[in-house]
């Protein structure tokens, strides 16, 4: 049996260390916000390069409430892509402005920057790059096209904790970068957990009041916020895994030549690109084939579980049915939906394991190119 994940083997390592600093924090009964809420966002933000981190409840408001503090709202166009997890979406959705789709370049998968001129209109304020699979998208021509129109930049980092474009790390491109901390992220709590980085001293301002009710100070409240503080015991946690994010980002490069090495010259099978200035962190390992299901369920015969991210790119999900969209405004994304096969990739899979995957690969691709 070859899980896709294996949560086990990923917090065996650490548990005596993660049960210490939870008995602290149950000691300290500080469960809230707090000192190692603080902690860690001095931690988080030195790793990004960053001035400012705020830890928040979870990824998805991380987006939201950035979209919030920087008054986007009803009558605004936020540019994002279909081809990402439907939470970007939702955000925009939620912050009461209309998203706007940009396909995906073939290659690395992330927004074509090329695409965005003819998604502006003068509504738009925002764009929202996914750094999807755990590569960051094409950061300089964004942010050129943003500057020239006046257009704020947030990056959905949520699957790239620690990548890097031109030698800076996800989250420290744009106006802001948000982050999950969902357990299956590169950086993972032991439940709920987001952030926002960002170099902006007034924003991150503002987001401190939104995540804790729009409080200034005590009984003060400016402005209507939220409650999206991170819990003390996650944030204790993430500081610890903070610690070895880098170690197991090597890893999984690791692991992404060797699947590279096995399957690269498989006829049927495309590997996932890396654009030269970029380094990816293989949240996922992604490859496209033709008749995935078929394929997926050669594998799960085996025993190897494998994922699929995502089927229906978001602007085809009856959620956005309001939006008008059909199928062939996004050929790329929508291809992708199609052919995307996500292999089993942690940072503790052996190569013994990943040897299993590719010889099943291999043995499934000639049975579905005679079907
Ligand atoms: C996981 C994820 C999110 C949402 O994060 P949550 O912590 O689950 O709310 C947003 N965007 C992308 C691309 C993600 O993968």
């Known amino acids: ?6 949560m086990k083997a990923r917090h065996a390592p650490l548990r005596q260390e993660f049960l210490d600093a939870i008995a602290k924090v149950i000691d300290s009964g500080d ?26 409840g979870n990824g998805t408001e991380a987006l939201w409430l950035t979209l919030l503090a920087m008054g986007i709202g009803p009558g605004d166009e936020v540019i994002t892509v279909p081809m990402t997890f439907i939470a970007t979406v939702e955000a925009i959705f939620m912050a009461g402005a209309t998203p706007v789709f940009v396909d995906i370049d073939e290659r690395t998968y992330t927004m074509a920057p090329e695409a965005l001129e003819s998604a502006l209109s003068e509504r738009t304020k925002a764009i929202i790059p996914v750094h999807l699979f755990g590569q960051i998208a094409e950061m300089e021509p964004i942010l050129a096209f943003a500057r020239k129109h006046g257009l704020r930049v947030i990056e959905d980092a949520a699957q790239a904790h620690g990548a890097e474009y031109k030698s800076s ?13 969902y357990p299956a992220k590169n950086l993972g709590a032991l ?17 401190r009041m939104l995540r804790n009710h729009g409080q200034s100070r005590k009984n003060h409240h400016p402005v209507m916020g939220w409650n999206s503080r991170m819990d003390s015991i996650q944030a204790a946690v993430l500081r610890i895994k903070l610690r070895h994010l880098d170690s197991e980002n090597r890893s999984r490069r690791g692991h992404a030549r060797f699947y590279e090495a096995g399957l690269a010259d498989l006829h049927g099978v495309t ?6 200035d970029r380094t990816h962190v293989y949240h996922l390992y992604v490859i496209r084939v033709r008749m995935r299901e078929m394929i997926k369920d050669e594998l799960a015969g085996k025993g190897i579980s494998c994922g699929v991210h995502y089927p229906v790119p978001v602007h085809l999900q009856p959620a956005c049915a309001g939006l008008g969209f059909r199928s062939g405004d996004f050929p790329i994304s929508e291809r992708c939906g199609e052919e995307f096969l996500s292999l089993p990739m942690f940072p503790e899979l052996t190569q013994q394991q990943m040897g299993c995957v590719i010889q099943a690969v291999k043995q499934a691709i000639p049975a579905c190119n005679a079907a």
């Open 1 to 6: 049996m070859i899980p896709f994940l294996d």
């Open 169 to 181: 790390k996800a989250g420290a491109h744009g106006d802001a970068g948000c982050f999950s901390f």
């Open 191 to 207: 439940g709920e957990g987001g952030a926002i980085v960002t170099g902006n001293a007034d924003l991150a301002d503002k987001l």
């Open 271 to 276: 590997t996932p690109g890396c654009a030269v």
């Open 31 to 56: 469960f809230s916000g707090g000192a190692p809420v603080a902690d860690f966002e001095k931690d988080f933000a030195t790793y990004c390069g960053t001035a400012h981190a705020i830890a928040v």
